[in-house]
């Protein structure tokens, strides 16, 4: 959800890849996220979830984790990594959790969350361009 907001509020030409630290790689974004996301104009059904790996940390400019821990994971697991990786929710000094397998309520709630971080981001990355 977090990858497809930020695609959508940021200009074109801006890389935005999403991946995680335990991704069931290859699956798609669960139905309660597509439908969610759906609602808000966005499709996100191409979407194929995928590992993080050493050289995408390398490569990127700014990588978003959605909580303290996941942060601190990849700063652990990809030491190049550090000064480039902060929270999603960084500005409102807020971890997002992870709506795996929780109801639609659950993932509207951090749909939400994930949109007010995302809506802080865009804004500084914008001005950083």
């Known amino acids: 959800m977090a990858e497809g907001l930020l695609r959508h ?3 074109e030409g801006v890389e935005v890849e999403s991946a995680g630290l335990m991704a069931l790689v290859g699956n798609k974004a669960e139905r309660n996220a597509r439908d969610l996301m759906q609602l808000r104009g966005i499709d996100i059904g191409g979407h194929r979830a995928r ?16 909580d303290a821990s996941q ?3 990849i ?13 999603l929710g960084e500005k409102s000094r807020m971890d997002i959790f992870d709506p795996y397998r929780m109801h639609v309520e659950d993932f509207s709630r951090c749909l939400d969350y994930i949109a007010q971080g995302v ?9 950083m361009r």
């Not at 809506?119 to 001005?127: A, G």
């Open 9 to 11: 509020h940021l200009p």
């Open 51 to 66: 590992q993080l790996t050493d050289e995408m940390c390398t490569k990127a400019e700014l990588i978003l984790a959605m």
């Open 71 to 73: 942060k601190k994971e």
């Open 75 to 87: 700063e652990e697991a990809f030491p190049l990594s550090r000064g480039r990786v902060f929270r």
């Open 119 to 127: 809506s802080d981001w865009s804004e500084r990355i914008k001005k």
